[in-house]
């Protein structure tokens, strides 16, 4: 009786003292590492997050946006890496975080991190100029089928989203995605550019970075990645076909944001994240600046967001070995 006593005096007091611990909050500035320049909307969108989160009194310390780019991104997850078990450092992610240790670019794994909350979804979209006389995602696989070396497709990065959405979609359409033309450029605004002027054919890029040259007239969207068409009814891209609808699946790649946290940080810590990121995508600024870059808001919480990426990485490796960039 003395032992039950004691063993039910002992959990008690764990409970209590246990309850009655604050919950985790910053004590020091908050870093968002971005992992490209201090222009396009990787950078828009974590200012716009740090600007809620200030705001809103979601964070009580200071919160600075840190751009670092360079090495196909790598840079900034390297940076984080040098923070382990600090919750005070978020980056601001991308895909490459796949795509980099895959080709060999980096050892650093997407699992050495601590995945907080997905953001918003990004897809592909192929775009060629106003006057080509490709129209269609069939002229173009049927360009390809006769000499798949005909059509030069201007990318940002060989094995980056886009181009393995590209790979994706043409191995669907039973064309040698190995052979594929493509052509590499610093950013999305230069590919554009060479495709307006008829220097390529075409350019896959996000639909939030082709959407400028295409609002201005310039370039067409022939095909979008997307599940289903996206911009709603009266949107920039309303009217452009899904490659689904066009016989072809280019579904299961897709370029996503999202957060991590450094490794070793605690649930209470990841906790925090979760709901302060979640009021931050719940926020009026946020959805109006999705909406006008046809941008895909889909938050998921920690648990939900390392499910959704074990499955974008599996993928992603797939097309990348059927490329021959696995290292």
């Avoid at 040698?176 to 890029?205: Q, R, Y």
């Amino acid at each position: 009786m003395l032992f039950r006593s004691l063993l039910a005096f002992c959990l008690i007091l764990y409970a209590t003292l246990t309850w009655s611990q604050p919950a985790w909050r910053p004590d020091k500035p908050v870093e968002i590492i971005v992992p490209t320049g201090a222009s396009g909307i990787n950078d828009a969108n974590a200012r716009l997050m740090q600007k809620s989160l200030q705001e809103l009194k979601l964070v009580p310390t200071p919160v600075l946006v840190n751009n670092k780019p360079g090495g196909n991104q790598s840079l900034a997850v390297v940076h984080l890496n040098l923070h382990p078990n600090d919750a005070h450092y978020l980056l601001y992610a991308t895909a490459t975080i796949f795509t980099n240790q895959i080709a060999g670019v980096t050892p650093l794994h997407y699992a050495d991190f601590t995945p907080l909350a997905l953001l918003l979804v990004d897809y592909s979209v192929i775009t060629v100029a106003a006057n080509s006389p490709i129209k269609s995602m069939r002229d173009l696989v049927e360009r390809l089928r006769a000499d798949p070396e005909s059509i030069s497709f201007g990318v940002v990065a060989r094995g980056g989203p886009n181009h393995l959405a590209a790979a994706q979609a043409m191995r669907s359409a039973g064309i040698d995605a190995k052979k594929l033309k493509v052509v590499v450029f610093k950013t999305n605004a230069e590919s554009l550019t060479a495709v307006i002027g008829g220097h390529i054919h075409a350019v896959v890029s996000s639909v939030s970075a082709a959407l400028p040259q295409v609002q201005a007239g310039n370039a067409r969207m022939i095909g979008v990645t997307a599940p289903q068409r996206i911009g709603g009814t009266g949107g920039s891209i309303a009217n452009v076909p899904t490659m689904r609808e066009q016989g072809i699946d280019a579904v299961g790649i897709s370029n996503w944001r999202g957060i991590f946290g450094a490794k070793g940080i605690t649930p209470a810590q990841i906790a925090f994240w979760e709901e302060a990121i979640g009021k931050t995508t719940g926020a009026d600024d946020w959805k109006k600046q999705l909406e006008t870059n046809n941008l895909a808001s889909r938050f998921l919480r920690s648990r939900e967001f390392a499910k959704y990426l074990e499955a974008e990485y599996n993928s992603t490796r797939t097309v990348m070995s059927d490329l021959g960039l696995v290292k």
